[in-house]
């Protein structure tokens, strides 16, 4: 089969296209699928790029990716929730487990996929495991966003943000973001109640007594977000370390975010998908073999929304 794969730690120049790949084997409780498409997300270049190689070790060759959606081609002899011919959207990353997505074919943890929506197709689906699953644990998961609250969403215009934009306006909350100049009206599309321009504006001199900040965006100023959270409230940062002393002083829960994506979590990010409550923001789409320039584009040009690999 064919493969994006890397044969040692490095940019993007290090992503080659094996194809002559070797079809990944299957443990008892993971489902063997054809890729149809596949994203790319931020936790893709930190890997390719050797950043977490002390926590996860790779073995070379290795396949680039997690997302995906495609069809099941055979199921693990334990498995009974899925048959072959399914369709089906997941993530199968290095760090959940799976043999890597950018590939013909992608061995995934069953307890890491779903039934892709139905009302959208695969290349629409490749782009919402990780990015939604994210936003579904943050917003309703650690925050428990209620209706009439007050949310900061950093990073409004990525990936992740975009979708937890409309999932806190669906729970009825009132949405702030930050985004740069040339994503203010993406932004207000998603249904955002204010949209701060960070180039312009400081976002912690403009907001006051939120009850919870999601903070996507990273930076070295995540601990000036306190300034912003009323006592009692909640900062979720998943790319920033946060001064939990400083938590415990402003009387604010602190959590560092790191994604688990469940099955659990992707089928009620599909029920949202089909209800149309949550829709699907894909800036580009390459062919499999641009996969190169897929990357350059995704870590150069700041996409509103997601960047996808069709696969097949």
Do not use: C, W
Not at 20 to 26: F, G, R
Not at 53 to 82: A, N, R
Not at 114 to 121: A, E, G, I, L, M
């Amino acid at each position: 089969m064919k493969a994006a794969q890397i044969k040692n730690y490095g940019d993007v120049k290090a992503i080659e296209i094996n194809q002559d790949a070797e079809k990944p084997s299957l443990q008892s409780t993971q489902v063997l699928v054809e890729v149809y498409a596949a994203s790319l997300n931020r936790i893709d270049s930190t890997i390719i790029n050797g950043y977490v190689q002390e926590m996860v070790p790779l073995s070379f060759p290795f396949t680039v990716g997690g997302d995906f959606s495609g069809v099941i081609s055979d199921l693990g002899e334990e498995l009974t929730e899925f048959r072959v011919g399914d369709e089906v959207y997941g993530n199968a990353g290095a760090l959940l487990g799976g043999s890597g997505s950018i590939a013909e074919f992608v061995a995934s943890d069953s307890a890491k996929m779903s039934f892709k929506p139905k009302t959208v197709d695969f290349t629409q689906s490749a782009s919402l495991p990780l990015v939604g699953a994210s936003a579904v644990q943050s917003i309703e998961e650690e925050i428990k966003v209620k209706e009439g609250q007050k949310i900061l969403i950093q990073g409004g215009a990525g990936g992740i943000g975009s979708i937890a934009i409309q999932i806190a306006k669906m729970h009825g909350a009132y949405v702030a973001t930050t985004v740069g100049t040339d994503s203010v009206d993406f932004a207000k599309n998603l249904g955002a109640d204010e949209v701060i321009d960070y180039k312009v504006q400081d976002v912690t001199d403009v907001l006051r007594d939120y009850d919870a900040v999601f903070d996507t965006a990273g930076g070295d100023r995540v601990n000036e977000l306190f300034k912003i959270i009323k006592e009692g409230g909640t900062l979720v940062s998943m790319v920033a370390g946060i001064d939990q002393d400083l938590a415990n002083k402003q009387g604010v829960t602190a959590i560092s975010q790191m994604t688990a994506v469940s099955t659990e979590q992707l089928q009620k990010l599909a029920g949202y998908v089909d209800s149309g409550k949550v829709k699907v923001q894909i800036e580009k789409a390459f062919p499999f073999l641009q996969v190169k320039e897929a990357f350059t584009y995704f870590e150069t040009q700041h996409p509103k929304g997601k960047v996808v690999l069709e696969i097949k």
